[in-house]
Nanobody
Framework: QVQLVESGGGWVQPGGSLRLSCAAS???????MNWYRQVPGKQREWVAT???????LYADSMKGRFAISGDNAKNTVDLQLNSLKPEDTAIYYC?????????????WGQGTQVTVSS
């Protein structure tokens, strides 16, 4: 059974930083790990991707402030959130794409709350 366990969310003042972590287990091949976020009442929004080959992708609005990194050996992915703004307040979800590259499976973590306020 695939499990994704997120950690690192919390409250921070505007301009502050947080580091989110996600650890995957029960999967034999990870193709990519992603972070999404969602504000209640809005659609879930893609934040960043860490591909197995080490390449990374970011949503335009996150570039320069957020940094994704991963460890293929440990099946983990982190998201460094810097210069946080109140509009970054959301539940952040870890998302995994894995299995057969021709027919990959996807999995979601339970989410971790990030609150940015003064």
């Amino acid at each position: 059974q695939v499990q994704l366990v997120e950690s690192g969310g919390g409250w921070v003042q505007p301009g502050g930083s947080l580091r989110l972590s996600c650890a995957a287990s029960g999967i034999f091949r990870i193709l990519a790990m992603n972070w999404y976020r969602q504000v209640p009442g809005k659609q879930r929004e893609w934040v960043a991707t860490f591909n197995r080959d080490g390449t990374t992708l970011y949503a335009d609005s996150m570039k320069g402030r957020f940094a994704i990194s991963g460890d293929n050996a440990k099946n983990t992915v982190d998201l460094q959130l810097n210069s946080l703004k109140p509009e970054d307040t959301a539940i952040y979800y870890c998302h995994l794409v894995g299995g057969n590259p021709l027919s990959p499976s996807t999995y979601w973590g339970q989410g971790t709350q990030v609150t940015v306020s003064s």
